[in-house]
């Protein structure tokens, strides 16, 4: 059974590992056929102008779906420059990045590209800083699209491609060296042997990882300096920074080859980033476990509080009689509270992210849940009375009678 399940989860890792590599063939596709902004039509830059004509499609279509992006949390912005620096213009070589690291020309001034690339980090805080999971939602939305676009267009010609002179049609039986056969004393000859050509050398692959590891230290040395004058620079922003970079570098080697080690550090760090965007520790920044036992009412505090952890109050000690009540919170972390079996307890229990409730037999399970009310125990109304608060922002929250 073992070897079946292991056969299994093999085809599914086998299966995923091929839908990465078509995914990773498509956008190096795209960016093998990238779209060229023109000199004509344009608005700003030419990058919509350039995406429509590439695709044959409407060019308003290109531009709504740029304001939508601008207006989900300004993700169109830093996006439109990264086109506008990656694309290259009408009649040019290379894109103006290329061209500023000397691979080719560009008609775009080394100034103009360095101001650019300059506006990318003030982009980059504006949309990192104001979006959390819905930015990285954006941003998988928007790459989702190119790939499609890619997948079921990418064949068509550009637009301005279609107004081409049609392609001569060679005389049948003419050499290729002489395809109209206007050489009659060329009729007869045979057709030239090919030429045997030497194996080309091996490219050496870009070495994609280690440059964004590079410049992702560069970021974190950055924002510490930073962080001296600019309270913005954050750990969570520092961790979206990074993760912006390393995102960068992976979309980069996934059209250049390389850089697939990146996703083993990107997935956990967006998932630490995410829990950091969604967990608030407003309480005391403590870790660990709490086991107070209280045995007389005056030692009950009035809040048992944990960051990150768990508190096990019991109260089964308490004396038969009198009244206390008492609040028990943590940011993550498990609350178990135990009451005394005859105990008459008025409860609230609250998981205000993500949790699961067990109070006195009320359960609940789910984002933003409460459960409340009063448990007299088996002998009825009568003797200890205990008020309750217990609140979790995400985590276990259980009151118990044993």
């Known amino acids: 059974m073992w070897f079946q399940a292991w056969q299994r989860n093999l085809v599914i890792v086998s299966g995923t590992e091929k839908a990465m590599q078509g995914v990773a063939d498509t956008l190096r596709e795209f960016w093998a056929h990238r779209p060229v902004r023109p000199r004509a039509g344009r608005k700003v830059g030419g990058v919509a102008t350039g995406i429509a004509l590439r695709f044959q499609i409407d060019p308003v279509i290109v531009r709504i779906a740029f304001v939508a992006l601008v207006l989900s949390g300004g993700v169109g912005i830093p996006l439109y420059l990264a086109g506008w620096l990656l694309l290259p213009e009408e009649g040019d070589t290379v894109s103006p990045l290329e061209s500023l690291i ?49 997948k079921n267009r990418g064949h068509l010609q550009p637009a301005a491609a279609l107004a081409d002179p049609p392609p001569v049609t060679p005389v049948p ?10 050489a009659p004393f060329a009729w007869d000859l045979p057709e030239p042997a090919p030429k045997p050509q030497p194996p080309a050398p091996r490219p050496r692959g870009p070495r994609i990882g280690l440059a964004t590891l590079g410049v992702a230290t560069l970021v974190i040395a950055g924002s510490a300096i930073a962080g001296v004058w600019s309270p913005w620079f954050t750990i969570p922003h520092v961790i979206g920074l990074v993760i912006a970079v390393l995102a960068a570098g992976l979309l980069i080697g996934s059209f250049a080859g390389g850089g697939r080690g990146l996703i083993w550090l990107l997935v956990p760090l967006s998932v630490v980033g995410f829990g950091m965007t969604t967990i608030t520790f407003d309480g005391p920044n403590d870790f660990g476990e709490l086991k107070p036992t209280p045995q007389t009412l005056a030692e009950v505090q009035d809040r048992y509080q944990i960051s990150v952890g768990s508190v096990r109050l019991d109260l089964r000690e308490l004396p038969d009689s009198g009244s206390v009540k008492t609040a028990v919170e943590a940011d993550l972390g498990e609350l178990v509270v135990h009451v005394p079996e005859n105990a008459d307890v008025t409860f609230k229990c609250e998981a205000s992210g993500i949790g699961e409730l067990n109070c006195l037999g009320k359960r609940a399970e789910g984002s933003t849940v ?16 205990i008020d309750l608060d217990v609140l979790a922002n995400v985590g276990e929250v259980r009151v118990l009678r044993d």
């Open 102 to 150: 000397s691979k080719g020309h560009s008609s775009m001034s080394q100034a103009q590209t360095v101001l650019l690339g300059f506006l990318m980090f003030p982009a980059l805080a504006f949309t990192l800083g104001g979006g959390g999971f819905q930015v990285v939602a954006t941003l998988a939305a928007a790459v989702a699209c190119i790939y499609l676009l890619q």
């Open 370 to 385: 409460q459960v409340s009310g009063t448990d007299l125990g088996d002998d009825g109304e009568g003797g200890l009375k």
């Open 173 to 182: 039986g003419a050499p290729a060296w002489d395809p109209l056969g206007a």
